[in-house]
């Protein structure tokens, strides 16, 4: 679970500085956009072969659900906005953001078992 979380985290990262040149009104730079999309998708699959494999239950299917939907929002970003050159959405910015941030924070506390 820890290399999910540490994958996450770094996806993360990227994310904000992509998040921070939005709220900046400036453009997120195309590579940013490709760097955190692989690291994400590659988080969600580690988070999904831990759930649906190894049988983990509780809080880490909890997080996979806002995973999930991070994902399908980070999409629409991605392609709905990103890829056409059209200035993306403060507050679609914000919920995607939210949805993987509290996925990571839940994520961490089942790893630390505080859930």
Do not use: C, D, E, N
Not at 49 to 63: C, F, N
Not at 65 to 79: D, H, K, P, R, V
Not at 107 to 114: G, I, M, S, V
């Amino acid at each position: 679970m820890w290399a999910t979380i540490l994958v996450f985290a770094v996806a993360a990262v990227v994310g904000l500085t992509m998040a921070m040149a939005v709220f900046q009104g400036r453009f997120p730079p195309v590579a940013s956009a490709v760097v955190h999309g692989v690291l994400a998708a590659t988080g969600l699959l580690l988070l999904l072969y831990g759930v649906l494999v190894r049988g983990a239950i509780g809080a880490p299917r909890w997080a996979l659900g806002l995973f999930l939907l991070a994902a399908l929002g980070g999409l629409g970003l991605a392609f709905g906005f990103h890829a056409r050159r059209r200035t993306v959405p403060k507050g679609y910015v914000l919920g995607h953001a939210s949805l993987a941030v509290v996925g990571v924070l839940i994520l961490l506390a089942a790893a630390l078992h505080l859930l």
